[in-house]
C-alpha cells in the first residue's frame, strides 16, 4: 500500500527533554511538510522540504528542527526550546515539480508534555 | 490563500446525500478549489478538487457555480464514517516555497445520524 506513515501515534514528554517524530512515505513525492494542529485550530506550518538534503522554515520553525537526509523520510525534532509542544503534528506529502500538488496527509502523532 | 465560508455544522441522515456549500466570492481565475476532511484525532484525507468544471471521484462529485464564487461538495449516499469535520480550501496553480502551505478554515462539522 501507498501512503504516509508517523510514529508513534502518541507520544509523551517531560519539560526539557528532545523528542524526535517519524514521518516516512513511499508515494515517491519529492515535497514533505510538517504541520502543527491545536484544538480547534487550522494548521500551521513548522516546516517544509522540497527535495533531499534541503528544507525551509514554515511560519513557526522555532523550537523545531528536522533533516532530510532520504527522500522517503522527513523527521521533526521538538526541542527544549518549543515553549508549548502539546499538539497534533500532521506530517504531508506532495509532488513538487506538478503543477498540481495535492497534499496527502499522514496519520499524526500527539505529543503531549506532562 | 483566498478566503472560504463555511457553515459550521450540518447534520445528514445515513444512506441520504450530504450536500456540503462553501464560498469562495473572493477566488481568482487561478485558483483551484480543495476539499478536505479530518476525523477526529486523524489526518486530513484528500478528497477532490476542481477548477470550473464540476467533477466526480469514488468519494465524492464537486460541483462548482459558473462564476466559480461557490461550490457544494456532494456525498451521494453518507455513512457513520463520514462524520467529519470537511475542509474547503482554494490555492493557486503553481504555488511555491512556503506558500505551498495548506490553510484549514473551520470548516463544516457534518455529522451523520443513524
Known amino acids: 500500500d501507498g501512503g504516509i506513515t508517523q510514529s508513534p501515534k502518541y507520544l509523551f514528554r517531560k519539560e526539557g527533554q528532545n523528542v524526535t517524530l517519524s514521518c516516512e512515505q513511499n508515494?515517491?513525492?519529492?515535497?514533505m511538510y510538517w504541520y502543527r494542529q491545536d484544538p480547534g485550530q487550522g494548521l500551521r506550518l513548522i516546516y517544509y522540504?522540497?527535495?533531499?538534503?534541503?528544507?525551509q522554515k514554515g511560519d513557526i520553525a522555532e523550537g523545531y528542527s528536522v533533516s532530510r537526509e532520504k527522500k522517503e523520510s522527513f523527521p521533526l525534532t521538538v526541542t527544549s526550546a518549543q515553549k508549548n509542544p502539546t499538539a497534533f503534528y500532521l506530517c504531508a506529502s506532495s509532488r513538487w515539480r506538478a503543477v498540481m500538488d495535492t497534499q496527502y496527509f499522514g496519520p499524526g502523532t500527539r505529543l503531549t508534555v506532562l | 490563500d483566498a478566503k472560504t465560508t463555511q457553515p459550521p455544522s450540518m447534520d445528514c441522515a445515513e444512506g441520504r446525500a450530504a450536500n456540503l456549500p462553501c464560498n469562495h466570492s473572493?477566488?481568482?481565475?487561478?485558483?483551484?478549489v480543495y476539499w478536505y476532511r479530518q476525523i477526529h484525532s486523524q489526518g486530513p484525507q484528500y478528497i477532490i478538487h476542481?477548477?470550473?468544471n464540476n467533477e466526480t471521484n469514488e468519494m465524492a462529485s464537486l460541483i462548482i457555480t459558473e462564476d466559480r464564487k461557490s461550490s457544494t461538495l456532494i456525498l451521494p449516499h453518507a455513512t457513520l464514517r463520514d462524520t467529519a469535520v470537511y475542509y474547503c480550501?482554494?490555492?493557486?496553480?503553481?504555488?511555491?516555497?512556503?506558500?505551498?502551505?495548506?490553510?484549514f478554515g473551520s470548516g463544516t462539522q457534518l455529522t451523520v445520524l443513524p
Open positions: 476542481g477548477l470550473k
Open positions: 480550501i482554494v490555492r493557486p496553480l503553481g504555488s511555491s516555497g512556503s506558500a505551498r502551505q495548506l490553510t
Open positions: 508515494l515517491n513525492h519529492d515535497a
Open positions: 473572493t477566488i481568482s481565475g487561478n485558483e483551484y
Open positions: 522540504s522540497q527535495i533531499v538534503n534541503d528544507f
